[in-house]
C-alpha cells in the first residue's frame, strides 16, 4: 500500500516507540503503553488505507469498483469450487480479460493473484490448526493433484506445506 511521506514517518515513529517501550523492561505500564501504541498504530494504518480507498473511488468508475466488489465476494465463497478467472468472468457474465483488466486497474493485482492468496490463506490456516495431512487439504481446496498444490503453495509462500504445517506445529508447541 502507498504511503505518504508523513504518513510514512507517522507510522514509523510509532513502531520506534514501540521497540523503545518493549526493549525497556523496566518501564513502568508497559503493558498497557505497549497496547496504546499497537492501537494507534492500527488506527493509523486504517486511516491510510480508507484513504487509498476513498481515492480509489474517485478515480475509478463505479462500474470498475462494483466489477471488482463483486468478484472478491464470489470469490471468498467460492474460492475451493472455482479456480480460473474464466470462471468468475463467466460467472459474472463478462469476459475474461475485461474481469482481470478491471481488477488489476483498481487494485494492483491480477485475478489469479487474488484466487492464489484466497487459497493459501485458507491452506495456511487448515495447515496450522488441523490435524489433516498435506494431501486431505490439497483436496478439501478443490485440488485434484497435490503436487500441483505443493508446487503453488511453495511458489506463493516460499516453503512446502510439509515444512510450513512441521514450523507451526513446532511454534503452537512452545
Do not use: W
Amino acid at each position: 500500500m502507498p504511503l505518504s511521506p508523513g504518513q510514512s514517518y507517522g507510522l514509523c515513529s510509532l513502531i520506534d516507540n514501540l521497540r523503545t517501550i518493549y526493549d525497556d523492561q523496566a518501564q513502568m505500564f508497559r503493558e498497557n503503553i505497549t497496547h496504546s501504541i499497537v492501537t494507534a498504530f492500527v488506527y493509523q494504518l486504517v486511516s491510510a488505507y480508507l484513504s487509498m480507498e476513498k481515492f480509489n473511488l474517485i478515480r475509478h468508475s463505479a462500474r470498475s469498483i462494483e466489477i471488482t466488489k463483486t468478484f472478491k465476494q464470489m470469490l471468498r465463497r467460492n474460492f475451493k469450487t472455482i479456480k480460473k478467472p474464466s470462471e468468475f468472468a463467466e460467472r459474472m457474465n463478462i469476459a475474461t480479460s475485461y474481469l482481470n483488466d478491471t481488477v488489476k486497474l483498481v487494485t494492483g493485482f491480477s485475478v489469479t493473484y487474488y484466487i492464489q492468496q484466497e487459497l493459501m490463506r485458507e491452506a495456511q490456516r487448515l495447515l496450522s490448526y488441523s490435524e489433516r495431512s498435506v494431501k486431505e487439504i490439497a483436496s478439501i481446496l478443490g485440488f485434484e493433484d497435490e503436487k500441483y498444490f505443493n508446487r503453488l503453495f511453495r511458489k506463493v509462500m516460499g516453503i512446502s506445506p510439509g515444512a510450513f504445517k512441521k514450523k507451526n506445529e513446532t511454534n503452537i508447541h512452545l
